[in-house]
């Protein structure tokens, strides 16, 4: 049994503009926050081989709430895709390597990925360049570094 | 993934469009006879053992569509016919499985009907681009009972090399109840609407496996395109109705086997699952069937932590910075780039656990987090961090138990439970030290009197080992009734908690257990018990425990039982322990030999 609150709730919000910035979920730091059960809750929950959830069909068609990257609109599966993973991004990033990046080099249509995982590697700072950084941005800034 | 989305809408419409030379008014009733007996039609209703497992009324467009499959193929292609709707509400929109699959039967009923356009239904089949699917296993979490039994839910993917961009369909029940009570009662008697999701897999791999530290297992299926893309279409009329969810049978993992049934046409799985279906069971029903052609394993976050953290396992400097609050990068400057790196990357993961786990604020985690991550891109690559797979959960021993006994002094002894893992079966496919028994029951002959030996109704116990990183407390559960002293039935209750260290096939324990027992009067203890088991391959385990147990009173029991199992395969093994016991100075040792049937 677990109850997620997931403060992330970027696509099911319609309007664009007002929601980028640091408090939004097309930030950083949007991890999901765990719920602590009572052990009570969790020996009922062993017993009774129980899974719960809520009622989602999260297939987005492209508009996600988040800001849509200046230089890079057209591909609005790598934008979701980033305003949905951002701590796990810039993880990667920073490591120079994982299943992030290389997804992500896939959806940029990226020939070489060792290089493309190097060169963000090397510009950790010019992507991630503060706190408060958008998706959009860290898009907008990984197309500049191209 | 165009050509995908070509081929989906083509499956779907093409036959529709398709022109035939037939013609006929109506569709005889030997016709409908005959269709409404076909399998594939009590799959798409769920039918089974006289009714639908649908409870949502409007998913029958018969009075009695939920037990009369052969009203409700007439009343679908009555309302088909008279549908002339071109919304996303129109039958063949709102019920695309069904109607595809009535269409395929009786091409000519095309010419009666009004093809709709589903635009929004061909736009979420084009999102999905469905190429393969893949049954995903979130195995048990060590030291959460909550997920004990694993759970399982599958993947449709459109490209094998990007996981994260595919979606999970997750059958689940919908509540949001806190209540341990409530939450039992309702779960087991299906009080609570159970629904299909959609959602993209990374959501699920950052609650599973990054948040609840548990490996997943991920089975490719060995389905055609065109049985994916009846699938596919399956879950899109399935979604939109509920079916009272029943934790032990009509669950997460049985309501999956209806999804591969569909898609396939013939395979026989959700027949083999009646009163309970657990996850494990599932997968190897599945994988039985010879639906499965890839096994992958993806490491917890706890494996990979345990990974990253090898170099360093000894280095108080390091180990001390990455767990600090404020990560002072100078005291890390003398370490070599190999320590620097896995303290950098042990720090952020410990700060993410420390985040989801809302003991930090979300401002200072990020100052935190891009500080240590800024520091880390200056040191370039690393080699891959190594995490051998553990045994795969389809080789493990099946869940139910009946075992037959003999015991020196003649007597017989036979014992069943409903399932899961006990202490004294092979590990292998299941989490070492995690044990949870249920409805566990044993009978004794002797003397040609059968007597209720001990039932457990209830045993938990949670050995998680303790390491470098991460120090969990074991803790261990049980209620049941078992013979004491002069022989005696007793109701009891035990819980407690110690400490595991070892490794996964090779640990020992210690812990401290309080019990109440109740016959006529209140009884009560304090039991210290300690353990070692070692588990080198799927066929041996050996172990041996001791315990002694203070009462009120001034009585006291004493125990030692080292036992050996040898298991054969799946479905049997060999087990005999030896079992010294002293009840108040009065000291016995029993031998039992007994067989284990697993099914």
Request: some cysteine.
């Amino acid at each position: 049994m677990k109850k997620l609150l997931s403060i992330a709730a970027a696509t099911t919000l319609l309007t664009t503009a007002s929601f980028a910035g640091a408090n939004t979920g097309c930030g950083l730091g949007n991890q999901v926050i765990k719920n602590q059960d009572s052990v009570l809750m969790q020996i009922f929950a062993a017993t009774t081989n129980g899974t719960s959830g809520n009622q989602t069909f999260g297939i987005t068609s492209g508009t996600s709430g988040c800001a849509k990257p200046a230089k890079f609109v057209s591909n609005d599966k790598a934008n979701e895709f980033v305003a949905g993973n951002m701590d796990a991004l810039a993880l990667d990033i920073s490591n120079g390597k994982g299943e992030s990046l290389s997804t992500l080099a896939t959806l940029l249509n990226v020939s070489n990925p060792e290089t493309f995982a190097s060169v963000l590697q090397t510009n950790f700072d010019k992507i991630y360049t503060s706190s408060n950084v958008s998706s959009a941005d860290v898009i907008d800034n990984i197309v500049s570094l191209g | 993934m165009l050509v995908a989305l070509k081929k989906v809408v083509q499956l779907f419409f093409g036959l529709l469009l398709f022109q035939t030379s037939l013609f006929s008014n109506n569709i005889s009733s030997f016709n409908i006879d005959k269709l409404s007996q076909k399998k594939q039609w009590y799959r798409l209703l769920h039918f089974k053992d006289g009714e639908s497992e649908i409870d949502d009324k409007r998913f029958f467009f018969a009075k009695n569509g939920k037990i009369d499959p052969k009203a409700e193929l007439q009343a679908t292609i009555n309302q088909l016919i008279s549908d002339k709707s071109d919304d996303e509400n129109s039958t063949i929109c709102h019920y695309p499985s069904r109607s595809h699959w009535i269409l395929e039967q009786i091409p000519t009923l095309k010419e009666q009907i009004k093809i709709p356009q589903c635009k929004a239904l061909n736009k979420e089949l084009k999102e999905l681009g469905a190429k393969q699917v893949t049954l995903i296993l979130a195995s048990a979490h060590i030291n959460s009972p909550a997920s004990a039994f694993g759970h399982t839910f599958l993947r449709i993917d459109n490209n094998s090399n990007t996981p994260l961009l595919s979606y999970a369909v997750n059958y689940a029940a919908q509540t949001s109840e806190d209540n341990g009570f409530i939450y039992a009662y309702q779960g087991l008697f299906g009080g609570y609407k159970g629904r299909y999701s959609i959602d993209p897999y990374y959501k699920k791999l950052k609650e599973y496996s990054d948040l609840e530290q548990r490996d997943i297992w991920e089975y490719t299926l060995d389905l055609t395109q065109e049985q994916i893309d009846r699938m596919v279409l399956h879950i899109f009329e399935i979604r939109h109705f509920y079916a009272d969810y029943f934790f032990l049978a009509e669950n997460c993992s049985y309501n999956l086997l209806w999804l591969i049934e569909v898609a396939t046409q013939k395979s026989n799985l959700v027949n083999h699952f009646n009163f309970k279906a657990i996850p494990i069971d599932t997968l190897r029903a599945v994988f039985n069937k010879k639906l499965i052609k890839k096994e992958l394993y993806r490491p917890s976050k706890r494996k990979e932590i345990l990974a990253i953290s090898q170099p360093i396992e000894n280095n108080s400097i390091a180990l001390n910075f990455a767990r600090s609050d404020e990560y002072n990068l100078s005291s890390i400057e003398d370490l070599s780039k190999r320590e620097k790196i896995a303290s950098l990357e042990l720090a952020t993961a410990l700060l993410k656990i420390k985040h989801s786990d809302n003991k930090i604020d979300k401002k200072a985690y990020l100052s935190q987090f891009l500080k240590i991550l800024r520091e880390r891109s200056k040191l370039g690559k690393k080699e891959k961090n190594i995490i051998t797979p553990p045994s795969s959960p389809k080789e493990g021993h099946l869940s139910s138990k009946v075992s037959f006994s003999y015991m020196s002094e003649n007597i017989l002894k036979a014992r069943a439970k409903i399932s899961y893992h006990d202490i004294y079966d092979n590990d292998n496919g299941y989490i070492s030290g995690g044990y949870i028994s249920f409805f566990d029951t044993e009978i004794a002959l002797q003397d040609n009197k059968v007597i209720l030996e001990e039932i457990d109704f209830l045993d938990i116990k949670s050995y998680a080992i303790q390491d470098a990183i991460f120090k969990p407390i074991s803790w261990q559960v049980s209620v049941g009734a078992k013979r004491l002293f002069n022989n005696e039935l007793n109701s009891y209750l035990t819980a407690g908690a110690g400490v595991t260290l070892g490794r996964e096939n090779f640990y020992g324990f210690a812990t401290i257990t309080p019990s109440i027992y109740y016959r006529n009067i209140e009884e009560h203890s304090m039991a210290g018990n300690i353990g070692l088991f070692y588990n080198p391959s799927k066929h041996l385990k050996v172990g041996v425990t001791a315990s002694k147990e203070w009462f009120n009173k001034n009585r006291e029991i004493d125990k030692v039982e080292p036992f050996i199992t040898y298991s054969i395969n799946q479905e049997s093994a060999i087990h005999l322990k030896h079992e010294y016991k002293n009840l108040n100075e009065k000291r016995k040792n029993d031998i039992t030999l007994s067989w284990f049937w697993y099914f």
